[in-house]
């Protein structure tokens, strides 16, 4: 069974400091892709960053940045020089390949506030 | 830009009432999901679409079904709406490539009384 687990319910980070999100994700697939989404108090997810499997590299948009260990199956999310508008709900998400289409599935969430 | 729109943002319903929640979106997407979001449980897959007429149970469909008529056009009904489904409801959809994201509506709030 495919799950994805966010151990952190809830994180505060002062504006301008370094915070990063865990996830950690289970799975017998060898290729797959792995994504971060916003959800700012608005309620409309955003997508923030996004990671295929079998890229060793770890991906990079501006200030966010992903840990991407294979091998542990650890997914975490880095926020750099953090600003008010970073304060949402952070959701790690996995995507699988079901009978030939996408199916997805989602951490619990990580809120995050960031104080000024 | 993706525009997948959810038409109503607040709902209270009666008890026993049936309740239709609606999204569209316009992006000639395949695949359409309903999901559930609760605190401390994160999103929960109700159904999901991924073509014209059909569907499929996600992980909590009791008491929920669906209906896609049309490509762009993804519903949820329920049919007799009960307190324990006071809820945030998020549409999206996606395109049927591996690894294509998934885009979310602006979610709908439904509370039932």
Redesign the interface.
Known sequence: AQTVT?SQ?EMSVQEAETVTLSCTYDTSESNY?L?W?KQPP??????VI?Q?AYKQQNATENRFSVNFQKAAKSFSLKISDSQLGDTAMY?C?F?S?VY?????Y????TKLNVKP | DVKVTQSSRYLVKRTGEKVFLECVQDMDH??M?W?RQDP????R?IY?S?DVKMKEKGDIPEGYSVSREKKERFSLILESASTNQTS?Y?C?S?P?R?????Y????SWLTVV
């Open positions: 966010q319910p892709y994504f989404y608005s309620r409309q997810m955003i997508l996004r295929e959701f998400a995507i390949r030939n289409f996408n199916k997805f989602f951490g619990s969430g | 395949e695949n999901f999901y401390g449980l994160g999103l897959l999901f991924y945030m998020l999206a996606s049927d591996v690894g294509n994201t998934i979310f509506g602006e979610g």
